[in-house]
């Protein structure tokens, strides 16, 4: 049995900008036939990030973004969702939008000392694409925000330096287009300007490039001496190695140095593609790299997750048995830490797609995975919720039963259980409630799981939903909840009395949405644990353990990803958007290091 505790209400609440999603303009399409309204309804989305990822450096053009047939530079054609008609769609359906733009090609061949490129973008198409969409020639959506290119470090094939350049070039250069319409538009100055934090992938890694060094400090030293900068300690991590990942925020932020600079800059975005369920830490890395950067140099800037779900293309994963309700449960885990680390507005990847994580597979609409069930009754039930944590002894917030997991959120008088099996087989997790409510009246109650004799790992399987009603599985101040594998239970509880202590908890929050428990502070150094693959029964290695694990041999060495998520990448962007699953496109240094994992017994 599972005794709850009187939660506390974390400084931590859900709202609608959280529940947005990413439309594919090459892929998607906006006809009646396809169903794509119906899905943005029945997914309860709020927002669309639009062109989508990788799509967008590969074929919008901000001088033609109503072209409907569209090339890239490999001479392909391929149809498009008109701007227009994307913010045609956006606006009947009530969605803002996140408009990213394109940079891959807004560089000059000239290089400085480092072979780094310097911006060379025509200003007048940028300021009169700004203006045009602002000012509705292309439609009467509400923008969000003004996105400055989709994963520099691959589709946007730059370095960190130069996307610093580009991107505060670009700020600037829209910042003062919006200053200068807002007498005539004043929703101009509530529109964000958000920037792409740092990654150590592809075609901005650097650790190959000073792999001669053999100690973190000469690394130091000669970074100092190639890029000006003043790094000291604070990127050389626990285990001596270099912290690639803060070395390239860092070398973004140069670019925004002066005041004028981050004045420009409202939000900074990066992707999160989870492994979270092997490796829990995996789910933080990049928001607690934006945190130890951005949130140190900006007061107050907003954070954006515009891709965001379980990793699609991970090695760590099998497609058939890893996917569907455990993707689901791992879309809450990493919601719920998005929310708990301070995110603003997130957009989740993909709606419509064939890849393993998606919300809805195919073409066209004909019913959502277990996993966009699941985004669904997340949509529905958790805007205006705060966090509760069960356990203030972990990070986690949740109670964790032998069977299950139960995570607890409230607000507007409502509490809202999601009770996630861990399980390998059918059990009951029976769940003391008493410390919380002395009586509960009514209550909704819904077990998403899956069609009899199929997987509730695959998301090709048929998702089920099944109420229950409450005095079937409510007695005594017990909840029972009996769950086959993977079976996640959702319970809404609208009304009830609560205990004289919860009552409190619930009145800290009535009283103010903002709670008045904040959320802990991140770790000032957080390596990645070492964990099993639980996908192929073997030892491997995460995007950023060998941070933690090295300290000798190469020690300036930081990994990324298996070669395998590279591959998959590739598969991802011959069947729509590639989008990115963050890292997916990994250093190939890792063959490197093949022989010191072997000494670990990771090899």
């Not at 509530?190 to 592809?202: A, M, R, T």
């Not at 860092?250 to 369920?277: M, N």
Request: include cysteine; charged fraction near 25%; aromatic fraction near 8%.
């Amino acid at each position: 049995m599972v005794s709850l505790a009187v939660p506390q209400a974390l400084d931590a609440t859900f709202t609608e900008a959280h529940f947005g999603g990413n439309i594919l303009a090459s892929r998607d399409e906006l006809s009646e036939e396809t169903g794509f309204a119906d899905l943005v309804e029945d997914l309860g989305v709020t927002s669309l990030r639009y062109p989508g990822g990788s799509l967008t450096e590969n074929y919008f053009d901000i001088t033609d973004p109503d072209a409907e047939i569209v090339v890239n530079e490999g001479g392909q054609e391929c149809s498009f969702i008109a701007l227009s008609d994307f913010m045609a769609f956006a606006a009947s359906e009530g969605l803002s939008v996140v408009i990213v733009l394109p940079t891959r090609d807004f560089l000059s061949e000239e290089t400085d000392a480092n072979g780094d490129r310097y911006v060379d973008l025509d200003e007048e198409a940028l300021r009169g694409f700004v203006n045009d969409v602002v000012s509705g020639v292309y439609g009467d959506a509400t923008i969000d925000a003004f996105e400055i290119g989709n994963e520099y470090w691959g589709s946007g094939e730059m370095s960190s330096v130069e996307y610093g350049r580009l991107a505060a070039e670009m700020t600037r250069i829209i910042d003062d287009e919006l200053a200068q319409m807002a007498d005539a538009h004043p929703e101009a100055e509530e529109i964000d300007l958000i920037v792409q934090s740092g990654y150590n992938y592809n075609y901005a890694s650097l650790t190959d490039d000073y792999a001669e060094y053999p100690t973190a400090e000469e690394v130091v030293a000669a970074l100092h001496e190639d890029y000006g900068t003043s790094f000291g300690d604070e990127i050389i991590g626990s285990s001596g190695s270099v912290n690639w990942t803060l070395v390239a925020n860092e070398l973004i932020l140069q670019s925004f140095e002066t005041e004028e600079a981050k004045e420009a800059v409202d939000g900074v975005v990066t992707h999160l593609y989870s492994k979270g369920s092997v490796n829990p830490a995996n789910r933080t890395f990049q928001l607690d790299m934006v945190d130890q950067t951005w949130g140190e140099e900006f007061e107050d800037i907003d954070i954006y997750v515009t891709e965001w779900n379980q990793a699609g293309n991970s090695g760590h994963y099998d497609r058939e048995e890893d996917y569907g309700l455990y993707q689901s449960h791992e879309m809450l885990n990493t919601l719920e830490e998005m929310v708990y680390m301070g995110v603003d507005q997130a957009q989740v990847w993909p709606l419509l797609q064939n890849t393993a994580n998606a919300l809805c597979e195919g073409f066209t609409y004909d019913e959502l995975t277990a996993p966009g069930e699941m985004f669904s009754m997340m949509a529905e039930s958790l805007p205006g919720k705060a966090i509760l944590d069960f356990d203030e002894t972990s990070r986690e917030t949740e109670a964790e039963g032998e069977n299950a997991d139960v995570h607890g959120f409230y607000g507007d008088g409502e509490v809202v259980f999601f009770i996630a099996s861990i399980a390998d087989e059918t059990a009951v997790e029976e769940i003391d409630l008493s410390s919380m409510f002395t009586s509960i009246s009514s209550a909704t109650i819904t077990v998403l799981g899956v069609a009899e004799e199929q997987s509730p790992g695959d998301n090709s399987s048929d998702a089920v939903l099944t109420e229950i009603p409450l005095e079937e599985v409510f007695q005594d101040g017990v909840l029972v909840a009996e769950l086959k594998p993977g079976e996640i239970m959702h319970v809404v509880v609208d009304a009830f009395e609560p205990t004289e202590d919860f009552d409190e908890v619930m009145q800290e929050v009535d009283a103010d949405p903002q709670n008045v428990v904040p959320a802990p502070e991140p770790a000032a150094d957080l390596p990645e644990p070492m964990v099993a693959d639980a996908a192929d029964d073997r030892n491997t290695i995460t995007a950023d353990d060998v941070d933690a694990l090295m300290g000798a041999g190469s020690a300036v060495t930081q990994a990324a990803d298996d070669d395998a998520d590279q591959d998959d990448d590739r598969d991802r962007d011959e069947d729509g958007d590639g989008g990115g699953d963050g890292g997916g496109m990994g250093d190939m240094g890792f063959v490197l290091l093949l022989p010191l994992l072997a000494l670990f017994g990771l090899g």
